[in-house]
């Protein structure tokens, strides 16, 4: 069927319906329900489609139009082959805006989909699925598929060359990106790398809340040289041979206790010597200090997180674990005590160490600082939470200082 554009033009072309030809167009770019109501109508609205279908004069503002009822008049009076027809004889091309979606879905699918080998191999196919589900790599990448190409692209390029212990985040950066700079915090590049480490490459960090130091370190990669992130060990068994352990046998032998840097645990890592054995591990480090002084060199294998863990300390448990050590580990009776434990017990296959319901209710009448914060529940004694909110005060390390040091005088050694 041919167009009348003569016909067209007296029916729909003019200015008093130019609003409802905008609209019928917005439908049928973007598809919906049959029906289009136009409030507050002109009366010259009403007049073009009471001519169009037939219809007798309506009083009221709004009007109620059916596109297939158009449709079809139209066919059916010989102006146009159909309502899109006539549209576009009037004001140029319709856009199928349901296709164009569904073609930059699938090309977008493309995109993911031509990476999914690399990131399979990498243990990385949730860390890729969470990028195409929640639009990170879109957003970081404005839209743009190329541009979210390259961005995937020097994400896996850096991914594929880690662990690399030791090595500096902006020699990285400058070998996989030629940019010493790319994997500075607000760099796409590196939000995307960053929420793989932490979230996915070999199972993550655990810490809800990583610093910039820990995210990396995750991989072995050093930021700023890392001789600011420390860990407090003492008595931790080492192989006499190994380069790396030579300064801990000394501080062993002499009963002293030793600051580890993160620097040290990547580039020079001590050769443990834990299979099997159990490592204490506290928060506070007065409990160190207690140990060194009352137990001297019969104390068990002991570390200090000095608070919430740092890079250093979970690059130390990582190592003590792959050596095969039992990991032991506490915090305060506090809420961030409790949210301490619940990471740790996430990365690690870590058993509680006096970090119980019974501990805390055999020292009820201790007294201790009121609650900070929110409530955490307890992965490990769900009864733990509850029972230390109706308490209402926290019971530190140092209050437990007795019971600690009777657990570490009385392992083997």
């Given at each position: 069927?041919?167009?009348?554009?003569?016909?067209?033009?007296?029916?729909?072309?003019?200015?008093?319906?130019?609003?409802?030809?905008?609209?019928?167009?917005?439908?049928?770019?973007?598809?919906?329900?049959?029906?289009?109501?136009?409030?507050?109508?002109?009366?010259?609205?009403?007049?073009?489609?009471?001519?169009?279908?037939?219809?007798?004069?309506?009083?009221?503002?709004?009007?109620?139009?059916?596109?297939?009822?158009?449709?079809?008049?139209?066919?059916?009076?010989?102006?146009?082959?159909?309502?899109?027809?006539?549209?576009?004889?009037?004001?140029?091309?319709?856009?199928?805006?349901?296709?164009?979606?569904?073609?930059?879905?699938?090309?977008?699918?493309?995109?993911?989909?031509?990476?999914?080998?690399?990131?399979?191999?990498?243990?990385?196919?949730?860390?890729?699925?969470?990028?195409?589900?929640?639009?990170?790599?879109?957003?970081?990448?404005?839209?743009?598929?190329?541009?979210?190409?390259?961005?995937?692209?020097?994400?896996?390029?850096?991914?594929?060359?880690?662990?690399?212990?030791?090595?500096?985040?902006?020699?990285?950066?400058?070998?996989?990106?030629?940019?010493?700079?790319?994997?500075?915090?607000?760099?796409?590049?590196?939000?995307?790398?960053?929420?793989?480490?932490?979230?996915?490459?070999?199972?993550?960090?655990?810490?809800?809340?990583?610093?910039?130091?820990?995210?990396?370190?995750?991989?072995?990669?050093?930021?700023?040289?890392?001789?600011?992130?420390?860990?407090?060990?003492?008595?931790?068994?080492?192989?006499?041979?190994?380069?790396?352990?030579?300064?801990?046998?000394?501080?062993?032998?002499?009963?002293?206790?030793?600051?580890?840097?993160?620097?040290?645990?990547?580039?020079?890592?001590?050769?443990?010597?834990?299979?099997?054995?159990?490592?204490?591990?506290?928060?506070?480090?007065?409990?160190v200090a207690e140990a060194t002084e009352r137990l001297g060199t019969r104390c068990a294998p002991l570390v200090?997180?000095?608070?919430?863990?740092?890079?250093?300390?979970?690059?130390?448990?990582?190592?003590?674990?792959?050596?095969?050590?039992?990991?032991?580990?506490?915090?305060?009776?506090?809420?961030?005590?409790?949210?301490?434990?619940?990471?740790?017990?996430?990365?690690?296959?870590?058993?509680?160490?006096?970090?119980?319901?019974?501990?805390?209710?055999?020292?009820?009448?201790?007294?201790?600082?009121?609650?900070?914060?929110?409530?955490?529940?307890?992965?490990?004694?769900?009864?733990?939470?509850?029972?230390?909110?109706?308490?209402?005060?926290?019971?530190?390390?140092?209050?437990?200082?007795?019971?600690?040091?009777?657990?570490?005088?009385?392992?083997?050694?």
């Amino acid at each position: 069927m041919t167009l009348d554009p003569e016909r067209l033009r007296r029916l729909l072309g003019g200015r008093d319906t130019e609003r409802l030809r905008r609209r019928l167009r917005e439908r049928l770019s973007r598809g919906g329900a049959d029906t289009l109501t136009l409030t507050r109508s002109a009366p010259e609205e009403r007049a073009a489609v009471e001519r169009l279908l037939g219809r007798s004069p309506r009083s009221g503002s709004s009007l109620r139009v059916s596109l297939s009822e158009i449709d079809a008049t139209l066919a059916r009076a010989g102006i146009a082959p159909g309502l899109r027809e006539a549209l576009e004889a009037l004001d140029g091309p319709i856009r199928d805006r349901f296709a164009e979606q569904e073609a930059e879905a699938q090309r977008w699918q493309g995109l993911y989909d031509s990476v999914r080998d690399r990131s399979d191999r990498l243990g990385l196919a949730a860390w890729l699925d969470e990028l195409a589900a929640r639009g990170l790599l879109k957003r970081l990448a404005r839209g743009n598929p190329d541009a979210a190409a390259t961005l995937l692209e020097q994400s896996l390029a850096v991914l594929e060359r880690l662990p690399d212990p030791g090595l500096n985040r902006s020699t990285l950066a400058a070998r996989c990106l030629g940019d010493a700079h790319g994997l500075d915090p607000g760099q796409p590049v590196a939000a995307l790398v960053r929420r793989a480490l932490y979230r996915h490459w070999r199972g993550g960090i655990g810490d809800d809340r990583p610093d910039e130091r820990t995210i990396w370190a995750h991989a072995g990669i050093l930021v700023g040289g890392d001789i600011t992130s420390t860990v407090l060990v003492y008595q931790l068994p080492v192989q006499k041979d190994a380069p790396g352990s030579q300064m801990l046998r000394i501080q062993n032998q002499a009963g002293e206790p030793a600051y580890l840097t993160l620097r040290q645990l990547l580039r020079h890592p001590p050769q443990w010597d834990c299979q099997g054995r159990e490592i204490f591990v506290c928060e506070n480090p007065t409990v160190v200090a207690e140990a060194t002084e009352r137990l001297g060199t019969r104390c068990a294998p002991l570390v200090s997180t000095c608070g919430r863990p740092g890079a250093a300390v979970w690059q130390l448990l990582e190592q003590l674990r792959d050596a095969g050590a039992r990991l032991r580990y506490r915090a305060d009776f506090d809420w961030a005590g409790l949210s301490i434990m619940n990471s740790v017990l996430e990365r690690f296959e870590a058993r509680p160490w006096r970090m119980d319901t019974a501990t805390l209710h055999r020292h009820a009448q201790t007294p201790g600082p009121p609650l900070e914060g929110r409530g955490v529940p307890t992965t490990w004694d769900h009864g733990l939470g509850p029972a230390l909110a109706s308490r209402g005060t926290a019971l530190h390390e140092e209050q437990l200082l007795e019971d600690l040091l009777a657990d570490l005088a009385a392992r083997e050694q």
